[in-house]
Every structure is written in structure tokens, then in C-alpha cells.
């Protein structure tokens, strides 16, 4: 069914000076100057193709035509506030949905949604694996990470890392190359080819050889003695972000998630 197209400004003006019977007490509600309360009443009576307002030797009064729309349309504005109220109750939820790469997930995210959710233990996250393409058109998705260069056209904050690291199994391993797709000279040959950087960490902690892989996918192994770097971390042009687009950024409860994982 066609909508009929609603001049809201000018209802919303008709309700306030209804209200007051003031043109004048209306534009110090709305913020407006008086006569731009009077043209919008104007143009609104023009567009209704009714009077709305007499002035009398008692000043401003509705006309029947005016009483007799003023009920529905309060009520219609209480409707608006239930529909705005409906619209943001998402903002306070306490479910996030996040899409990350896999191996980010596992060795990253996680542990440090687990110490959030400590702190507050009504959160509940889902999470989804997005190794490639992230589409917030298609998944109900809060937040979510990629590797790139930048946010990828949406709102973003990147997660500060060290750079690229190389790894290899504590007490030395296979002399080699383990590769994973996107990784520091991908083409070269290699022993071992898996499928992500966090595959890449695993197979050099077993031993099969040395990996360059985020060091802050790394970094839990490191500590732990799991596997050992050779030398120092290098900046690289690619790197984590959290992102999402700007109705999802601007949400409190995904400031809050930003604001947690980024420090």
C-alpha cells in the first residue's frame, strides 16, 4: 500500500502550538522564531486543505478541523517514541555479534573476550568466522575484524601490534618455510602450506619448519615458550581493525567492546 507522504515539521509545530495556543510559546519549545512557526502552520494548512487556527479577541484558538485531528496525531507521536525506543534497545543489549578470521579468534579474541565477560557476566557474544569478505548486509554483525591496510570503507580503529614476526619450534625445527595465503612472500617454495597464519604458528611450534605470521597472533606462544622468534618483530603494511559500519560504530555497547579490545 502507497504511503501518503506526511509533512512531519509541520505536525510536529501544530502539536506545540496547540498546546500552548502561542505561536510565540511554541517557537521558544521548538527553538524557531514565530514566524516561522506561522509559515509551517500556513504551509500545513495549505498542504491539508483545512484551517487550523482562528485568532480571536481571546487570542489563538483551534478549529474544529484542528481539535478533531490533534488525539490521532498525539498518539501518532507516542507511536514514533515507541518505534525510536524499539530501534535503539539494541545499543543497550548486552549480545554482541562479532565476525573475526578464525585464527585471530582463537589465539587473539577470545581470552580477552573471556577476561570482558569476567568483568561483566551478562555479556554474551557470538561469534562468526570471517575469514575473507566481511557483509554486514548479510549477518547481524555488531563488530567485526579484518586483515588489510585500513577499515575497508567503514568506520575503524586498528589493533596495535608489532608487525610480522618469525617463529620457529623452541630448540629448532625443519629448516624451512611454512606458508599461508596473504603471507610475506607468498610465491616463494616452501615444505609445508596451510591454510592461515594461525595454522602457520602451530606447524612451526610442531617442529615443521618457520613461520612469519601477526605477531599478534604470536604473542601468547611467545610468552609461553610454545615457539621462539628469530629476532625482532618488523612493521608491515597489513594489519588488524575493527570495523563496522557507522550505526554499528556509533552504538554504545560497540564503543564499549572497541574501547576494551584496544587497550
Known amino acids: 500500500m502507497k504511503r501518503t507522504h506526511l509533512p512531519l515539521n509541520g505536525l510536529r509545530v501544530l502539536d506545540a502550538a496547540a498546546r500552548h495556543l502561542?505561536?510565540?510559546?511554541?517557537?521558544?519549545?521548538?527553538?524557531?522564531?514565530p514566524a516561522a512557526v506561522g509559515q509551517q502552520i500556513r504551509a500545513l494548512e495549505d498542504t491539508?486543505?483545512?484551517?487550523?487556527?482562528?485568532?480571536?479577541?481571546?487570542?489563538?484558538?483551534?478549529?474544529?478541523?484542528?481539535?478533531a485531528g490533534l488525539a490521532p496525531l498525539r498518539h501518532g507521536?507516542?507511536?514514533?517514541?515507541?518505534?525510536?525506543?524499539?530501534?535503539?534497545?539494541g545499543q543497550t543489549s548486552k549480545s554482541l555479534t562479532i565476525a573475526?578470521?578464525?585464527?585471530?579468534?582463537?589465539?587473539?579474541?577470545?581470552?580477552?573476550?573471556?577476561?570482558?565477560?569476567?568483568?561483566d557476566g551478562e555479556l554474551r557474544f557470538v561469534l562468526i568466522s570471517a575469514d575473507e569478505t566481511i557483509d554486514f548486509t548479510e549477518a547481524n554483525l555488531d563488530l567485526a575484524i579484518r586483515w588489510g591496510d585500513g577499515p575497508g570503507g567503514h568506520?575503524?580503529?586498528?589493533?596495535?601490534?608489532?608487525?610480522?614476526?618469525?617463529?620457529?619450534?623452541?630448540g629448532g625445527g625443519v629448516d624451512t618455510r611454512?606458508?599461508?595465503?596473504?603471507?610475506?612472500?607468498?610465491?616463494?617454495?616452501?615444505?609445508?602450506?596451510?591454510?592461515?597464519?594461525?595454522?602457520?604458528?602451530?606447524a612451526a611450534a610442531q617442529g615443521l619448519g618457520r613461520a612469519t605470521v601477526p605477531e599478534l597472533l604470536a604473542a601468547t606462544d611467545l610468552a609461553s615458550g610454545r615457539?621462539?622468534?628469530?629476532?625482532?618483530?618488523?612493521?608491515?603494511?597489513?594489519?588488524?581493525?575493527?570495523?563496522?559500519?557507522t550505526p554499528q560504530w556509533r552504538q554504545k555497547k560497540v564503543k564499549t567492546l572497541v574501547a576494551a579490545l584496544t587497550t
Open 22 to 33: 502561542s505561536f510565540t510559546r511554541a517557537a521558544d519549545e521548538l527553538a524557531v522564531t
Open 48 to 67: 491539508l486543505g483545512v484551517v487550523l487556527f482562528r485568532r480571536t479577541t481571546k487570542g489563538l484558538e483551534l478549529t474544529p478541523e484542528g481539535e
Open 77 to 89: 507521536f507516542l507511536q514514533f517514541e515507541e518505534a525510536v525506543r524499539a530501534m535503539q534497545a
Open 100 to 119: 573475526a578470521p578464525r585464527d585471530l579468534t582463537e589465539k587473539w579474541l577470545m581470552p580477552r573476550l573471556a577476561d570482558i565477560a569476567r568483568a
Open 155 to 170: 568506520e575503524g580503529e586498528a589493533i596495535a601490534s608489532a608487525g610480522m614476526v618469525t617463529v620457529e619450534r623452541a
Open 178 to 202: 611454512i606458508a599461508w595465503p596473504g603471507c610475506i612472500d607468498d610465491e616463494s617454495p616452501s615444505l609445508v602450506r596451510v591454510g592461515d597464519a594461525g595454522l602457520a604458528l602451530d
Open 227 to 245: 615457539v621462539v622468534a628469530l629476532g625482532e618483530a618488523k612493521a608491515y603494511r597489513l594489519g588488524y581493525w575493527l570495523v563496522a559500519p
